[in-house]
């Protein structure tokens, strides 16, 4: 029994180490070289939220009209772009990291891991930024609040299961990174992150089945769910106010333990081919 307690520790303990090490050379290395540093990571959303507000919420009209509506955006951009981020860095983390998966035996997921936890702190930092929004225009938090971390960590989850399913394909196939650089646009602007629901299902009442066919999306209803907790229940649709039909409100979360699975099989499969590939 001492031994195989031993057994673990030593294996897992030895891959917690490594872990740790990647993290804080992946995120000191991430703004390596720039002025501002890691001030990027909130300086990014920031940026892009601005200009979206400006073209969407002002000249297009595209709001719901309700005062919390700049926090809500700018939360569903802040955690789009930490999906974008985990996906584009741990798509690479492999090829990247080649030489030191030659050089050094540890399991191959831990390199992509350690990008997701980089861009975990990342979303963190945007989150306070967030918060320190949410109270200068006085929102009104409810006890929902409490399921945040929760719809962070299903959020995390998708994130990791693309980001290890298309490491492993990049390996193979560099086309894999433009491929995904076209989907996420494509995804962004067919989610309802600069745009709410609401402007669909009101504005346009034809298309409210398309619009609630969006939250089936699980990167749709995670983001949903996190604006519904944090910032405003009343105004934010999620697949749980949603729908009646308790097995289509578990749509998104069945589509994201798939996910997973997945990506796990898929890594899991074809790891001990990296090294001869790359």
Do not use: C
Request: aromatic letters at 16%; a positive charge; glycine letters at 4%.
């Amino acid at each position: 029994m001492n031994t195989l307690k031993q057994r673990l520790k030593d294996r897992y303990g030895y891959a917690m180490t490594v872990l740790r090490g990647l993290v804080k050379t992946d995120f000191k290395m991430r703004y390596q070289g720039s002025f501002l540093g890691v001030a990027w990571s909130v300086l990014k959303p920031l940026m892009l939220f601005a200009v979206m507000y400006v073209v969407f919420a002002k000249f297009m009209r595209m709001t719901d009209g309700t005062p919390t509506f700049p926090v809500v955006l700018l939360l569903g951009i802040s955690s789009w772009q930490f999906v974008t981020e985990t996906v584009g860095i741990g798509l690479r983390s492999i090829v990247d990291r080649g030489d030191l998966l030659r050089k050094v035996h540890f399991p191959n997921y831990i390199v992509v891991v350690s990008a997701s936890i980089g861009s975990l702190i990342s979303l963190a930092i945007n989150y306070v930024v967030v918060l320190i929004f949410a109270i200068f225009m006085r929102v009104e938090f409810t006890w929902r609040v409490l399921w945040l971390p929760l719809n962070v960590l299903e959020l995390y989850i998708i994130a990791l299961a693309l980001a290890l399913m298309l490491a492993t394909f990049y390996v193979f196939y560099r086309d894999v990174l433009h491929i995904w650089e076209v989907l996420q646009q494509i995804i962004f602007y067919a989610m309802p992150i600069i745009y709410p629901l609401s402007f669909i299902t009101e504005k346009h009442p034809e298309y409210s089945a398309i619009a609630n066919l969006e939250l089936m999306n699980p990167i749709a209803q995670t983001i949903q769910d996190i604006r519904h907790n944090f910032i405003a229940p009343a105004t934010q649709p999620t697949v749980w106010n949603t729908f009646g039909s308790w097995w289509v409100k578990l749509i998104p979360v069945a589509i994201t333990v798939l996910l997973l699975w997945f990506g796990v099989y898929v890594f899991r499969r074809n790891s001990r081919r990296f090294a001869e590939v790359m």
